[in-house]
């Protein structure tokens, strides 16, 4: 079996799909039916976290063949090669949602069972080819925490970290396979290690890195606000390895709204690890997730959150808009939000993080910055992305996945265009 470059040569797709929303149910079932009419005759196998919430769902969708929740992703390798009465194997998950029987209506082979009984992360990610610049290596899985709104802990099991000799070795092989950036990622990446015994924290895994691995950069994924630490603040700001970007979700700058999703900070705890980054590193990029429509938020508490987020100094933010999830808190809370009121509050905040990062983008005009070249997107320009998370052009052809010192000489449509210095 071997990747092939267009569709229409696959004997096999594989779907992995998100839960986190109705929206992404949605648009997963979408690409199923889509891969199933472009090429009736391909073998489907779908996965993920869709895949493991309601496995039942997506098997009686026409043309699928397999489903793999999360607790058998690690073995769709075998499951896939595997002689046809092992394929017919059936394993009934039993989570939050309830379980299945032998009676539900299934069409397809399922592979999932309770995700909370996996206690370490069994596998480290695949990667795509070299064709891509920044590979995604993800050392957690997994949430202990429990946000009213979140179906990822049922869907994804409590909190794994990947050893730090594993990791290791997963960064050595992509150095050796010429890769020069990696995203460091994870569900709850700042979790990293407190599984543990004893115990490790995830500043302990960076210095690991920085001192045993030679990679030129790492870019932290999300990190929540807790794990903010000063130590891991200064870390950041003591190492040019380490890109200049913090993602710190924040979900609302409302305390009333923040406690009903059960967050773990309040607003002023939020806006101080902010602050820290910004007076430490004046240039980074800073964003967060928000999300608007939460059950209870009025437009007072809504505007409260609105004019936290005015005042802080992101640089982007990811907005979205609450979808109930099934078996959560939140789904049954009162107050639920009108969508026509919820689309209108995302349209607001989208505005304002556009102002934000035009402001910010604007602000290099005239400097230097260091870029990763990603792709060569048009005849005479290179397609690269900041240390600081800016989307930059590159006058003249350039390979991907070098590292290079620009000057930027305007803005434009959301990008920045510089020329090559070194």
Known sequence: ?????????????????????????????????????????????????????????????????????????????????????????????????????????????????????????????????????????????????????????????????????????????????????????????????????????????????????????????SIEPMDWSDGLIQLMTASPRIARHAHVPLQSGSDAILRKMHRKYRPWHYAEKIEKIRAQMPDAAIGADVMVGFPGETDELFRESLSFIERLPFTYLHVFTYSPRPGTPAASMPSQVPLTVAHERNRALRELAAEKNRLFRRSFIGRQLDVITLKERKADSTEALSDNYLRVEIEGVHSPNQWLQVSVRSEENGVLNCSRLT
Not at 87 to 104: E, H
Not at 159 to 173: N, T
Request: proline share 4%; with cysteine.
């Open 1 to 221: 079996m071997h990747r092939v470059s267009q569709r229409e040569h696959a004997e096999l797709v594989i779907l992995n799909t998100c839960t986190v929303t109705s929206a992404a149910d949605q648009d997963a079932r979408a690409a199923i039916r889509r891969a199933r009419r472009e090429k009736p005759d391909v073998k489907i196998l779908v996965t993920g976290c869709y895949a493991q919430r309601a496995p039942e769902e997506i098997a009686a969708i026409d043309g699928v063949t397999w489903v793999v929740g999360n607790s058998h992703k690690h073995q769709i390798g075998n499951i896939v090669t595997a002689p046809e009465g092992f394929a017919n194997r059936m394993f009934l998950p039993v989570t939050q949602f309830g379980s299945l029987t032998n009676s539900s209506p299934s069409f397809a082979s399922i592979y999932a069972s309770d995700i909370f009984a996996h206690t370490e992360l069994l596998a480290a990610p695949v990667f795509d080819g070299i064709e891509r610049t920044r590979p995604n290596l993800k050392i957690q899985d997994g949430c202990d925490n429990r946000c009213s709104f979140c179906v990822i802990p049922f869907v994804r099991g409590n909190s794994r970290s990947l050893k730090v000799d594993a990791i290791l070795c997963e960064l050595e092989g992509l150095e050796r396979a010429g890769y020069r950036e990696v995203v460091i990622s994870g569900i709850n990446l700042g979790r990293w290690g407190r599984d543990f015994s004893p115990q490790l924290r995830f500043t302990d895994l960076l210095v690991e890195i920085l001192e045993r691995s030679s990679i030129s950069k790492l870019r932290l994924s």
